[in-house]
């Protein structure tokens, strides 16, 4: 079973950065399609950033122009790089795998991002 850990939330100003990380562990032997969800307080969740095994891109229309995903295949890991952060990205972010459209699995633990001043 692959199990994917998320890290590098944490609480910023607004117009600050923070570069998200994905670790995937388990009997994995190559990432596949996957995609950065979040969550806001009282929202449903919703899709941030996808990459496919070919690095094949997609972005939320609200995160287009400031946040940047990309992939390690040789250490299993999948970053989101987030500039000029708001107010509104203010939430729990989450990877998984993407099949189809859709995440597929079991949701981690997630981190958790605040951005406030």
């Known amino acids: 079973q692959v199990k994917f850990v998320e890290s590098g939330g944490g609480l910023v100003q607004p117009g600050g950065s923070l570069r998200l990380s994905c670790v995937a562990s388990?009997?994995?032997?190559?990432?596949?399609?996957m995609g950065w969800y979040r969550q806001a307080p009282g929202k449903q969740r919703e899709l941030v950033a996808s990459?496919?095994?070919?690095?094949?891109?997609n972005y939320g229309d609200s995160v287009k122009g400031r946040f940047t995903i990309s992939r390690d295949n040789a250490k299993n890991t999948v970053y989101l790089q987030m500039n000029s952060l708001k107010s509104e990205d203010t939430g729990v972010y989450y990877c998984?795998?993407?099949?189809?459209?859709?995440?597929?699995?079991?949701w981690g633990q997630g981190t958790q991002v605040t951005v406030s001043s």
């Open positions: 990459i496919t095994s070919g690095s094949n891109i």
């Open positions: 998984i795998r993407v099949v189809g459209a859709n995440p597929s699995g079991s």
């Open positions: 388990g009997s994995i032997t190559r990432l596949p399609t």
